[in-house]
């Protein structure tokens, strides 16, 4: 099933949109899989989980975060994250910088913006993004990507639709404003439910889990 997924998401995804496999709770057999059918980018969400991983499956796969990071566990997370996809706070981006710094490594990041209406309370505001976007000199050792986000969780297209285009708009007005940051171009939107609705906004990455692997048991 894994590989007949994947075909089929590759036939549909237009050729600009990466395709992020989701692979947390999944076991290394069921990775490999789809390593098998030609999968290189996958995505974790826990710290421990994405460092176990990294060092028992091959070297080539690319790895991206996409989980709460506390500051503790920077040392689980940066040796093996391509991306960074879910900086949320400031104290968070510090800690990177830091880390960074301490082993002479730039850690490319995606910042994640608030976006979903309700329960999600993940993610910088607006504000807060341009805050550290007009200081981004200030971290030396970060490589600003561009944006994550995450719809509300609702069966109302309509209005996950309106968060994206919020989502992809912010995009768009931040690399007018910042066009040294020549980096600043990744948007990160779309799930197993959604991803089609995200594409038609401008995704440039989807981050299927269920839609590859089937249900998290
Ligand atoms: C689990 C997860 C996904 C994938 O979710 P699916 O609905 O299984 O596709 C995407 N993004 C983040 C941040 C996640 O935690």
Redo the contacts with the bound molecule.
Sequence with gaps: MITENLEQLRKELPANVRL?A?S?FQPIDRILEAYQAGQRLF?E?RPQELAAKAVQLPQDIEWHF??HLQTNKLKMVLPYAALV??VDSQHLLEAVDDWGKTHDKVIPVLLELHIGAEETKQGFYEEEVLDILFNADKYKFIRFCGL?G?ASHTDDEEMVRADFIRISSYLDYLRDLFPELEDFKELSIG???D?RIAVGCGSTQV???????GP?V
């Design positions: 992020l989701v947390k995505g969400n996409i989980g996809e879910s994550m995450m799930m197993s439910e991803w981050r299927i889990g269920s839609a590859i692997f998290r």
